[in-house]
């Protein structure tokens, strides 16, 4: 009986302890788990709200970082969120709702449509996943002037950072524009070819292989994603010579410069601007073929990326596009009126030489590239490499309705040509430049 008594006294004195432990711990946290979580909550919306000028947050794309990165400006005020970016007009400004949520932690969510910062985030397709831009934003930790953020759906790493007062965003944003579109795009130092992009993925290569890293586009330069080797040293970011034409390392001990490299075919942009004969052919019941040359004009559009064809087709100006990287330009299927029944007309790539099959497709086209055979300005026409195989080397207008991709045959164009040749133009071969 004893022993009972003395195991019972024993017993409660342990739950003694065990209740003056977990009177402890309630004194030593205070507030429960939930409660915690709710004013860190409250702390999060009071630092992004605290900042006049906003926040700058340079946002890696693609999962594994295997996209490019984009720079967003954005003003958190009373349950709202104002944005500008680099992807859009300097002056271009979206507002929108946001909000942070408590999941397993505290979730900073652009939770209503915002055109620039979903832009990058909506499909282009059905069912692909965009560029694979998080709008949803896990909150690793704060400080007074950085936000560290982690993508909830594709998991990379970035950091917001408070804006200081005498920092414009429309002029900080003009500034990175004006930078990307006069940056060249092919360099090369002692040891290692550098090739970016337009999709802000720059190839680092040499002997032993490549590595592709992201990277932003700042004021100055490109900041990359990851540090790299470049000649012996870590780099992560250079700054750009727009007269020099060269990238030169930030802060690395011994110099590293890259240069421009450029195919000896490269024609800067503004010179593709002019007058031009478009040598082509006409095919004759009896087999044979003849030359004949028309004046068209290369207009340049004010995006720095592509020219209007006018002239080549009555009541419609085709678009070229701009290759920054070869400096030719590309003429590719394209969508060219819209009919008030619906129905569609689109210049389709169209092979003579393979035995006059055209496609509804604007992923073929021919290239246009300068030609070092002649004097002059001369351009020659040849497939796009996604349509060499195809062997493109002329353009149909034709009548459809649906999407190119599901569409349904109408017929021949009934209100665009080319001019005195009907709804064909044939074996595409020369622009020789006659006038500026």
Request: net charge neutral.
């Amino acid at each position: 009986m004893r022993k009972i008594i003395n195991t019972l006294l024993a017993a409660a004195a342990v739950m003694g302890l065990a209740s003056c432990s977990l009177h402890d711990d309630k004194e030593l946290f205070g507030d429960s788990a939930a409660e915690r979580i709710q004013k860190t909550v409250a702390d999060d919306k009071a630092l992004l709200e605290s900042a006049d000028n906003g926040w700058e947050l340079h946002l890696w794309n693609g999962k594994d970082y295997s996209g490019g990165g984009y720079t967003y400006f954005l003003k958190f005020s009373g349950g709202k969120v104002t944005v500008a970016g680099d992807i859009a007009p300097s002056k271009m400004r979206t507002t929108s709702s946001y909000d942070i949520i408590r999941d397993q932690g505290p979730v900073l969510t652009i939770n209503t449509f915002n055109e620039i910062f979903h832009y990058n985030a909506n499909p282009s397709m059905q069912d692909d996943d965009g560029e694979q831009q998080d709008y949803e934003f896990i909150i690793q930790r704060t400080t007074a002037d950085s936000v560290y953020l982690k993508g909830k759906k594709w998991g990379n790493k970035m950091v917001m950072t408070r804006v200081p007062a005498n920092i414009s965003w429309t002029a900080r944003i003009d500034s990175i524009q004006s930078l990307e579109k006069n940056m060249m795009l092919t360099f090369a130092t002692a040891a290692k070819n550098i090739k970016l992009s337009t999709s802000r993925v720059a190839e680092f290569s040499d002997a032993a292989g490549y590595d592709d890293i992201p990277y932003v586009v700042t004021p100055t330069g490109i900041q990359l994603q990851r540090p790299v080797d470049v000649d012996g040293q870590q780099v992560s970011a250079f700054t750009y010579s727009v007269a020099d034409t060269t990238l030169t390392a930030v802060s690395t001990p011994a110099p590293v410069v890259a240069h421009v490299v450029l195919p000896p075919t490269y024609v800067p942009f503004n010179d593709f601007a002019g007058s031009y004969k478009l040598i082509h052919y006409l095919y004759k019941r009896d087999g044979t073929r003849s030359a004949v040359a028309d004046t068209v004009q290369l207009v340049p559009v004010n995006d720095g990326q592509h020219y209007c064809i006018n002239g080549l087709i009555d009541g419609a100006s085709p678009r070229m596009t701009y290759d920054k990287v070869n400096g030719s330009l590309s003429l590719m299927g394209q969508v060219l009126a819209n009919r008030s029944d619906g129905t569609q007309v689109m210049m389709c790539p169209w092979s003579i030489a393979d035995g006059g099959y055209f496609y509804f497709t604007t992923q073929f086209g021919m290239t246009v590239a300068r030609d070092l055979k002649y004097k002059g300005m001369v351009l020659s026409f040849k497939p796009t490499s996604a349509s060499a195989s195809y062997k493109i080397d002329s353009f149909i207008l034709v009548d459809f309705s649906g999407e190119p991709s599901n569409n349904t045959y109408q017929g021949p164009s009934s209100i665009l040509s080319f001019g005195r040749y009907g709804y064909g133009l044939r074996s595409l071969s020369y622009l020789v430049k006659i006038s500026q």
